[in-house]
DNA sequence: CGCTAGGTGCATGTTATTTTCAAATTAAAA
DNA sequence: TTTTAATTTGAAAATAACATGCACCTAGCG
């Protein structure tokens, strides 16, 4: 991802160059899409300033060369479509409205990729696999995170539950042990009644698993924390991202756990559509459907 | 988005290339990403023929000649990372299925950007607006989906509510009029028990906006189809992909709605956090934190 | 069997990039 | 202000990469 930022990175690499180094970063940021179909000679002679010194430019950038720098920047201009924050005006057409928060939710689950911990995962994978009981628990925006969730462990045959109600969560909570792990999720991290109930099954030895922003109160908390952090929030955007992000991670808990637990589970979690069938309404006048590219609901 | 199909492209051509020619385009199909930091030697001798051969080999692709294929192939290869459909094989490590997953959403969410129709959601939106109560049905997966949607429209003010349960939805659906909107939420389009509510609260004259598959009868019921069609169904993806897919589009419609409502609202939903700011736990040794970058839990 | 046309690679020419080095500029010190 | 050292810059040469012309080879056809 270091392409991905290339343009930025010049941009912050700016005041550390030289004077002529300076004119040649500016040209390129103006026009970086001319940029990647100029010789060396046409970029020096553009940016008023001799063919070593761009050479230089592009080692300052930690390139090997001219050649490399102008591929990266091909390659950056290329995956770079903008996946970027938003930021809505109030004149906005449908139609790029649209296009800003599918791109900015694109661009944050690209983010989430990048930074998601692999080992962390693993060992999140690791004890909710061994788990007796799994419970999610989250209020507000992550409550119905947590139903999905809950849903979706059902399916691997794991026992699971979601609470998003405090009392409810605090009941549960004190009938678990060590046996069990607890998610928690949270846009911030911060939640109190969260946290509270998060302190009662730590308490007694089970393992809590976190999906919230690092250095919060709950992800230090947790035994497992894996960190969620958006880019600070233009606008809308962590308010829409969040919760997506977290039915992401899950997901890819969820494949993990199922892959852990034996690969026929895989197919379970696919197989469990034949059951749901007959709760189907098939077109009328038209022959069978061919097996059906859906799932439950 | 010529260069996204590049590797596709040489794939077609391959037949009407020269033998010698051809033994480049394997060359290339097998080890795009080293092509693009080799010279053309390295190039022909990795393929074993002599220099021209590559060259003659890029004007039949119609490029310059090897730097402008090369630069060509670079941006192709950073814009196509692979957002396609995933196969999970058994066998895959965290890091592998972590990227599978994560890539597949994306290309999933790239293509409903490019699908859903702006006409068709503008007039949802209208409807949305003009509604005085808004209700959201959706069973099984597609339930919190529900949940997560009729949370956002509350917070604009919306009077708006989910139900999961068939009996709650018949009830509530018979108190509805054509002053109303239904959101029908489904993966398959074809659950009975949502396709008997729709109807039930169609012949009251009340609006039904769907997220489903087009062709399917809940969309050939609804007043305001909104198509949701993933490609078939490899694996897993389309049972992960669909509920995100439909949060995300709920989201449009949530933003529209706000912008019509008037500017006002867009905040509000920015707004909104700052009354629950005293549910949250502050670090406790740190200074105050900077406002939170977070909002509602 | 020889001829022709198309395909291929060698060797060379051309162009682009990199390095070297000296000039020039700037900064620092006297 | 002048001198000196250090840094920055560009000119030119060297190197490396790329493209082209041409000759050779192979295969297909008469």
Redesign the pocket.
């Known amino acids: 991802m270091n392409s991905f930022n290339l343009l930025k990175s010049i941009a912050e690499a700016h005041p550390n160059l ?4 300076q004119k040649v970063a500016d040209f390129v940021l103006e026009n970086p899409n001319e940029v990647i179909h100029m ?3 046409d970029l020096a002679s553009e940016a ?9 430019f ?2 300052a950038l930690n390139y ?5 720098f ?1 591929l990266t920047l091909a390659q950056g201009l290329a995956s770079n479509t903008n996946f970027e924050q938003f930021s809505l005006n109030s004149k906005d057409t449908v139609m790029e409205f649209k296009e800003k928060i599918f791109d900015s939710m694109i661009g944050n689950l690209l983010n989430i990729k990048e930074q998601l911990d692999t080992e962390t995962v693993e060992s999140a994978i690791d004890s909710l696999a061994k788990a007796r009981r799994v419970e999610f628990y989250g209020f507000g925006a992550s409550a119905p995170v947590c139903t999905d969730a809950a849903h979706k462990f059902h399916r691997l045959k794991v026992s699971s539950t979601s609470y998003s109600d405090p009392h409810m969560q605090a009941i549960s909570a004190v009938s678990l042990d060590e046996r069990d792990v607890v998610v928690a999720i949270s846009q911030t991290g911060r939640t109190k009644d969260l946290l509270h109930t998060v302190k009662l099954v730590k308490d007694a030895g089970t393992t809590v698993i976190s999906l919230c922003p690092s250095n919060t109160p709950l992800s230090d908390a947790a035994t497992i924390p894996i960190h969620i952090d958006l880019e600070e929030d233009k606008d809308l955007s962590t308010l829409m991202s969040s919760r997506v992000l977290h039915l992401v991670v899950i997901d890819v808990l969820a494949v993990g756990v199922a892959m852990k637990l034996g690969p026929g589970l895989i197919d379970h979690l696919k197989t469990i559509k034949r059951s749901l069938r007959s709760l189907r309404q098939n077109d009328k006048r038209l022959p069978l459907r061919k097996p059906s590219s859906s799932e439950e609901e």
Do not use: A, L, W, Y
Request: aromatic fraction near 4%; charged fraction near 40%; glycine fraction near 4%.
């Open positions: 030289r004077k002529s180094e010789r060396i000679v008023n300033v001799s063919e070593p010194t761009v050479v230089r592009c080692r090997d060369g001219f050649q490399d102008k």
